[in-house]
């Protein structure tokens, strides 16, 4: 179960994380309200899912939350640059007789991109490699990232929310 929760949050970031593309051609476009910082505050659920990987990895990250851990952060740049900063590949889930451990990792991961938004399409760019296209939803100061468009198999009926910070 472990492995399978590590995934969830692997997945998220590398939904938006990438290597450095020199590329400055690549603006986005009609992007202002995904410009600034984001953080993963959130993993919904849908009500008609009963998936226990899903609801363990949404008290992983509540318990973060609450030891004032900041898992992932997104940073969208106007330039159209990416900044990720994620901790997810550092996690370390403990299990005792005084129930769940899960300290707050000290290493960052930190990468960038080249990102563009197209309606509620956001494609980020990767050296090298093809462009990688997502649907979101973004309200204000929140943004979605549906399951369903990260992993169709493993993530339905779930979402990672962002807020803006």
């Known amino acids: 179960m472990k492995k399978y929760i590590l995934l969830l949050f692997y997945v998220a970031t590398i939904a938006f994380s ?13 992007s202002d309200g995904l410009v600034g910082t984001w953080l993963l505050t959130d ?23 609450g030891i004032d851990c900041e898992l992932i952060t997104f940073t969208f740049n106007e330039s159209g640059t990416l900044d990720t900063d994620s901790k997810v590949d550092h996690l370390s889930i403990n299990v ?18 080249l990102w563009v938004l197209n309606g509620d399409q956001l494609t980020i760019s990767k050296e090298g490699e093809a462009d990688e296209a997502f649907t979101i939803e973004l309200d204000g100061n929140t943004l979605i990232v549906p399951g369903e468009s990260v992993d169709a198999n493993n993530y339905a009926g779930a979402d990672a929310v962002f807020t803006r910070q």
């Not at 990438?18 to 986005?28: G, M, W």
């Not at 009500?47 to 973060?64: P, Y």
């Not at 005792?96 to 991109?113: H, K, R, W």
């Open 18 to 30: 990438c290597s450095e593309d020199n590329n400055s051609d690549d603006t986005p476009a009609e």
């Open 43 to 65: 993993i919904r659920i849908d009500a008609g899912t009963n998936d226990d990987d899903l609801n363990f990895a949404k008290q992983i990250l509540g318990f973060l939350q």
């Open 96 to 113: 005792g007789t005084g129930g769940l451990d899960i300290p707050c990792p000290t290493e960052v991961d930190e990468e960038s991109a």
